[in-house]
T-cell receptor, first 115, second 114 residues
Framework: EPEVTQTPSHQVTQMGQEVILRCVPISNHLYFYWYRQILGQKVEFLVSFYNNEISEKSEIFDDQFSVERPDGSNFTLKIRSTKLEDSAMYFC?????????????FGEGSWLTVV | AQSVTQLGSHVSVSEGALVLLRCNYSSSVPPYLFWYVQYPNQGLQLLLKYTTGATLVKGINGFEAEFKKSETSFHLTKPSAHMSDAAEYFCAVSVPGSARQLTFGSGTQLTVLP
């Protein structure tokens, strides 16, 4: 079964450093997403991406964050100047609409620890 | 805007007992509803979904959920719990046309007792 794959699975970074989280969505999917889950809290939507542009973003997704689909297969989340409160599990997801129905598939997550 | 409420952050059941995880939603338009499961140190796995049609939907691992519009609920059930069902379960709602993003509930941790 096709999967969304994410790298790295775990990254530790110093406060103020830039981090890039990488994702390979399912190959025929057209919608891409990033979500995050701070330890012990609910999964929160960050951003959705379609047709090479952001289609929606939450209030969490401020200027510190950016997304890119650099080469037609990868989908990246960049966090500039990381803060302690950015420590979380970041989930990439992708979806395709078939028959008017959309199902979102998630990757295994990238656990980011900012120290 | 849509929202999801999961009643009970922790639920414990005995092995072989009925599992009932509660989810209520709020949406101004007919929603799509989902249940995801998260095992320790793993990602989110889709259990089942409701979009249109039959209100009782069956998912993987013997789980099912029923969409009740009058109660704005989408409770998850399984007739007989297994030890391997221990995990965190998230209910989520999607509103068609809203860039297709999901809004998640706060999750319910299911413990299965031997």
């Amino acid at each position: 079964e096709p999967e969304v794959t994410q790298t790295p699975s775990h990254q530790v970074t110093q406060m103020g450093q830039e981090v890039i989280l990488r994702c390979v969505p399912i190959s025929n999917h057209l919608y891409f997403y990033w979500y995050r889950q701070i330890l012990g809290q609910k999964v929160e939507f960050l951003v959705s991406f379609y047709n090479n542009e952001i289609s929606e973003k939450s209030e969490i997704f401020d200027d510190q964050f950016s997304v890119e689909r650099p080469d037609g297969s990868n989908f990246t989340l960049k966090i500039r100047s990381t803060k302690l409160e950015d420590s979380a599990m970041y989930f990439c997801a992708s979806s395709v609409v078939t028959g008017g129905r959309n199902t979102i598939y998630f990757g295994e997550g990238s656990w980011l620890t900012v120290v | 805007a849509q929202s999801v409420t999961q009643l009970g952050s922790h639920v414990s059941v005995s092995e072989g007992a009925l599992v009932l995880l509660r989810c209520n939603y709020s949406s101004s338009v007919p929603p799509y509803l989902f249940w995801y499961v998260q095992y320790p140190n793993q990602g989110l796995q889709l259990l089942l979904k409701y979009t249109t049609g039959a209100t009782l939907v069956k998912g993987i691992n013997g789980f099912e959920a029923e969409f009740k519009k009058s109660e704005t609920s989408f409770h998850l059930t399984k007739p007989s719990a297994h030890m391997s069902d221990a995990a965190e379960y998230f209910c989520a709602v999607s509103v068609p046309g809203s860039a297709r993003q999901l809004t998640f509930g706060s999750g319910t941790q299911l413990t299965v007792l031997p």
